[in-house]
């Protein structure tokens, strides 16, 4: 289901809001068009993690994968210039009956209390202008055409700074029309005073052993990103830089450091209308510690069989010792301890349509991890509408 989002997120992104083939229009009429589209992702994994007793084994459990409800919008507002909305929702599929009568809270998403993307904006000849919250501009260039799957992915430099939670949310982008082949987008992801600090990573820095704290930065501070494309005939080329000025590392003695930056370059090549190819570099440039540098070259291809598709993706991750604790923290050897590390990702994946809304999905995938954590393999069902 990621693949299917990810279109959608490409036509916000170009300042198209055309609906899907699985959407409903609940109203059209006088220049005002709204949507309803969604999906009901379940599926079973078996993964290996580390226990409570310090112990690493497999864990398997059925499983929401993303279950989705989501509104998007446009209004004609004249010839030259359309606004335009979307708003998408989580909810847990596997656990919805009871939970709120069991006492349960609403940390795990259940209800429509987890939200995704949502933004607003303008759209027009001159290109797009967004504000709010959506995929950050390096997952969407950079990473997903190598590794865009369903469940298990190769890891990213975005992983290393806590996920998405973060460089997704408070976000204003300008994106240009593609002229002569070549696109941009620039944008900022601003937090303000009177947001409070937020601790991430805080399960790696415990794993590792670190003494200080990740968080996103006390007061207003505003990051800056931005990123380039090129398409040619069946070959985009893209780079994308994120200078990550919103986060950073507060050691024990209250001594505070910047995060770091992000790079990334992507060349994807559409060999057919059933055969992708994409290469990517991305790295995070550390500065949280010396020697924290992570750099990772990945390769995926993506095939359409027919009756779905056929996928896989090899990367090499190259870290640097400090950079160690954050992508294989039960390696780590301590700050300035140790020496350098690589790993080899492999992922391996197909889906099988059962019809235009309905597919099946397996996935297995190994990260070369200490005790092999992370690694493991899962199979689900999704239905889109």
Same mark, same amino acid.
């Given at each position: 289901? $990621?693949?299917?989002?990810?279109?959608?997120?490409?036509?916000?992104?170009?300042?198209?809001?055309?609906?899907?083939?699985?959407?409903?229009?609940?109203?059209?009429?006088?220049?005002?068009?709204?949507?309803?589209?969604?999906?009901? &992702?379940?599926?079973?994994?078996?993964? $290996?993690?580390? =226990?409570?007793?310090?112990?690493?084994?497999?864990?398997?459990?059925?499983?929401?994968?993303?279950?989705?409800?989501?509104?998007?919008?446009?209004?004609?507002?004249?010839?030259?210039?359309?606004?335009?909305?979307?708003?998408?929702?989580?909810?847990?599929?596997?656990?919805?009956?009871?939970?709120?009568?069991?006492?349960?809270?609403?940390?795990?998403?259940?209800?429509?209390?987890?939200?995704?993307?949502?933004?607003?904006?303008?759209?027009?000849?001159?290109? +797009?202008?967004?504000?709010?919250? *959506?995929?950050?501009?390096?997952?969407? *260039?950079?990473?997903?055409?190598?590794?865009?799957?369903?469940?298990?992915?190769?890891?990213?430099?975005?992983?290393?700074?806590?996920?998405?939670?973060?460089?997704?949310?408070?976000?204003?982008?300008?994106?240009?029309?593609?002229?002569?082949?070549?696109?941009?987008?620039?944008?900022?992801?601003?937090?303000?005073?009177?947001?409070?600090? =937020?601790?991430?990573?805080?399960?790696?820095?415990?794993?590792?052993?670190?003494?200080?704290?990740? =968080? /996103?930065?006390?007061?207003?501070?505003?990051?800056?990103?931005?990123?380039?494309?090129?398409?040619?005939? +069946?070959? /985009?080329?893209?780079?994308?830089?994120?200078?990550?000025?919103?986060?950073?590392?507060?050691?024990?003695?209250?001594?505070?450091?910047?995060?770091?930056?992000?790079?990334?370059?992507?060349?994807?090549? &559409?060999?057919?209308?059933?055969?992708?190819?994409?290469? $990517?570099?991305? =790295?995070?440039?550390?500065?949280?510690?010396?020697?924290?540098?992570?750099?990772?070259?990945?390769?995926?291809?993506?095939?359409?069989?027919?009756?779905?598709?056929?996928?896989?993706?090899?990367?090499?991750?190259?870290?640097?010792?400090?950079?160690?604790?954050?992508? +294989?923290?039960?390696?780590?050897?301590?700050?300035?301890?140790?020496?350098?590390?690589?790993?080899?990702?492999?992922?391996?994946?197909?889906?099988?349509?059962?019809?235009?809304?309905?597919?099946?999905?397996?996935?297995?995938? $190994?990260? +070369?991890?200490?005790?092999?954590?992370?690694?493991?393999?899962?199979?689900?069902?999704?239905?889109?509408?």
């Amino acid at each position: 289901m $990621k693949k299917t989002l990810l279109a959608t997120a490409i036509a916000g992104a170009l300042g198209t809001m055309a609906a899907g083939a699985q959407a409903a229009t609940v109203y059209n009429q006088d220049g005002s068009k709204l949507d309803v589209y969604g999906n009901v &992702q379940l599926g079973w994994r078996n993964v $290996k993690g580390v =226990q409570d007793d310090g112990t690493v084994h497999g864990d398997d459990d059925l499983f929401d994968n993303g279950s989705t409800v989501g509104f998007r919008g446009e209004h004609i507002i004249n010839p030259d210039l359309t606004g335009y909305f979307r708003a998408e929702f989580e909810f847990n599929a596997d656990q919805q009956k009871g939970y709120y009568a069991a006492g349960g809270s609403n940390s795990n998403g259940s209800g429509l209390s987890k939200g995704d993307q949502a933004y607003l904006g303008l759209t027009g000849d001159f290109g +797009d202008v967004r504000i709010g919250s *959506w995929d950050d501009l390096l997952n969407d *260039w950079i990473q997903d055409p190598v590794s865009n799957n369903e469940y298990f992915s190769n890891t990213t430099s975005g992983s290393d700074i806590g996920g998405s939670t973060y460089r997704e949310a408070n976000k204003i982008t300008y994106t240009s029309p593609i002229t002569g082949g070549l696109q941009f987008a620039v944008g900022t992801r601003y937090y303000g005073d009177a947001e409070d600090t =937020q601790e991430f990573q805080n399960n790696v820095r415990d794993r590792a052993g670190l003494t200080g704290q990740f =968080q /996103t930065k006390d007061g207003g501070n505003a990051a800056l990103f931005g990123g380039l494309r090129y398409m040619v005939g +069946d070959w /985009t080329l893209a780079a994308v830089y994120d200078d990550l000025r919103n986060f950073e590392y507060v050691e024990a003695n209250g001594d505070d450091h910047d995060y770091g930056q992000q790079f990334g370059l992507n060349a994807t090549w &559409q060999m057919s209308d059933d055969l992708r190819v994409a290469a $990517k570099w991305e =790295q995070v440039h550390g500065e949280w510690e010396d020697d924290a540098n992570a750099n990772r070259y990945g390769i995926g291809a993506r095939y359409s069989y027919g009756s779905g598709d056929l996928y896989g993706s090899y990367q090499y991750v190259d870290a640097e010792r400090n950079a160690v604790a954050l992508i +294989d923290p039960d390696s780590f050897a301590g700050v300035d301890q140790g020496s350098d590390k690589s790993y080899n990702e492999f992922i391996l994946g197909a889906t099988y349509n059962l019809s235009s809304q309905m597919y099946v999905w397996l996935e297995g995938a $190994k990260y +070369d991890r200490e005790e092999n954590v992370g690694d493991g393999f899962g199979t689900g069902i999704a239905y889109s509408f």
